[in-house]
């Protein structure tokens, strides 16, 4: 995980978005071959669609699109960072198990994450 990050802070890296489990959190989560992973269910899926409507309201966001590929530039990470914030894009987290936890985090500025 934190190769990843650094290759995202150092703006070495792609980011391809595609739908359930990114390269951070699949091999934690599931078996490569695993098709029962609970990353493939359709309420992660239906999470994924969720989070990418409420990103086509605005325009800075225009390449958050499944089948993707983009760099994550600081103004880009900011920009998603005040978004979020306003509750503007969590329609997908209502419900889920990290909802609080992500919000105190988001209220206090992000300190101690490892995405600059």
């Given at each position: ?23 951070i959190c699949a091999?934690?989560?599931c078996d490569k ?64 198990e990290w909802y ?17």
């Amino acid at each position: 995980m934190t190769d990843i990050l650094e290759q995202i802070n150092q703006g070495e890296a792609d980011i391809y978005l595609d739908y359930g489990a990114d390269a951070i959190c699949a091999p934690r989560l599931c078996d490569k071959d695993d098709t029962t992973c609970d990353c493939l269910e359709s309420r992660i899926t239906d999470r994924d669609n969720q989070a990418l409507a409420d990103f086509e309201r605005f325009p800075e966001f225009a390449l958050f699109k499944i089948g993707n590929r983009f760099r994550l530039t600081k103004a880009l990470i900011n920009r998603m960072r005040d978004v979020y914030k306003t509750q503007s894009i969590r329609t997908a987290c209502k419900g889920c198990e990290w909802y609080d936890l992500c919000t105190e985090i988001s209220q206090n500025g992000y300190k101690g994450t490892l995405l600059k």
